[in-house]
């Protein structure tokens, strides 16, 4: 079945995380993505964890790509670049600023030999300011943007996520922007350049504190698993294991103190709203984590399932999230074989389309793996010749 991005073809030149994984989702819908790596070979093949010897990393985030090497910094290698940018619709790079116009492949210079190109740029910073040039990883844009100060226990010096945050969320707006860029060609028939950086990404995910800063006036602080503006909103140790609970609305307050038996708190006046609830956190807190250590997790969750509280197991560990029954019925690990590596699990993309439902093409292999056959079809070199290993 034809992906919705079916016809589309898309030049990667992107390495690490964040360029390699939107090119991936682009591959899982449809389109037909060449990763052009360089003779060194880009920067998660040297890292790990590895497999057979394969960094799964790697693997993972340039699945469904067909692999070509090319050295752009030569004329050879730069000429056949150029012949591959004409019959593309997407060129997408994750170069330092100004890379891109000493190679000869910046948005003005592609424009010129392929007008309808669409083309995107993933950076750290952005393309001003005095930290456009410089390198960019998950972590450190996370600190810089003040992810870790907001996590750790309260009073603590903050702590970073365990979850890799900004390279999973990147290439989603990436990838919508490419999309955006592709719907204005159609409409327009015009081409354009698209931007997504890590800064500006982690500034709209950040959007909540915020404006807590901005109400309040007063600089967030880690507060465990609590949330600053509405409790109970956090996780609480029952007899065997942790629950998270939330309370968003006074309906779900009034349940959540029957169900642990307490109906008479809803009725107290310090915690008759929300606000009076965060006012009083200090006093109510304490209440509800000695009336959570009554039971067994699996027994609050089932009662607060059933008055409507929103509740959950707190996951101890991934392998908690991918046996967790909701994970599964919803199919959102893939699990794929490789002929080196042998089975790998992956993550579903996170949309779901009824009509044209992703595709998964094959984990990413070899150097150059489709070389041959991508440079035949502009006429580059013949068919049948052998690939690089």
């Known amino acids: 079945m034809a992906g919705p991005l079916d016809g589309i073809r898309v030049i990667d030149v992107t390495e690490g995380a964040q360029g390699p994984w939107a090119g991936a989702l682009l591959a899982d819908l449809g389109a037909d993505v060449i990763k052009v790596e360089r003779p060194q070979g880009e920067m998660m093949r040297q890292g790990g964890p590895r497999k057979n010897g394969f960094p799964l990393p790697h693997v993972g985030m ?44 910046d948005f003005e210079s592609l424009r010129k030999i392929n007008p309808d190109i669409v083309y995107g740029s993933a ?29 750790g226990p309260p009073g603590g010096p903050g702590e970073r996520p365990r979850f890799i945050v900004i390279d999973f969320t990147s290439p989603l707006t990436l990838v919508q922007a490419l999309i955006m860029g592709l719907m204005e060609r159609d409409r327009t028939g015009e081409a354009q350049w698209v931007h997504c950086s890590q800064l500006r990404t982690l500034h709209a995910l950040a959007a909540v504190r915020s404006e807590e800063y901005f109400a309040s006036g007063e600089v967030p602080e880690p507060m465990g698993s ?28 009034r349940a959540f103190c029957t169900t642990i038996l307490l109906p008479k708190l809803a009725d107290d006046e310090r915690f008759a709203t929300n606000a009076l609830r965060v006012e009083h956190r200090a006093e109510l807190v304490p209440i509800l984590e000695q009336a959570m250590l009554r039971f ?94």
């Open 296 to 389: 067994e997790g699996h027994r609050w969750l089932e009662k607060l399932r059933a008055a409507g509280v929103p509740c959950s197991r707190v996951n101890m560990d991934i392998e908690d999230l991918y046996d967790d029954p909701q994970v599964v019925a919803n199919s959102l690990i893939v699990t794929r074989t490789h002929e080196d590596v042998g089975w790998v699990r992956t993550n579903e993309v996170p949309w779901t389309l009824s009509k044209t439902p992703a595709v998964y093409g094959p984990l990413a292999g070899k150097m150059n793996e489709h070389g041959d056959s991508v440079l035949a079809e502009i006429g580059r070199v013949p068919a049948g010749s052998t690939a690089a290993s």
């Open 123 to 151: 950076s750290g910073f952005g393309e001003a300011g005095r930290y456009g040039p410089l390198a960019s990883t998950d972590g450190y844009s996370q600190a810089m943007e003040g992810y870790y100060s907001l996590n």
């Open 62 to 105: 340039n699945h469904g790509k067909r692999n070509l090497v090319l050295d752009v910094k030569t004329p050879e290698g730069l000429e056949t670049m150029l012949e591959l940018v004409r019959g593309a619709d997407i060129f997408m790079e994750n170069w330092r600023r100004d890379v891109s116009a000493r190679l000869g492949l």
């Open 226 to 253: 609590a949330s600053a503006y509405c409790v109970p909103s956090q996780a609480f140790k029952t007899a065997d294991t942790y629950i998270a609970v939330d309370c968003p609305n006074e309906a779900s307050w």
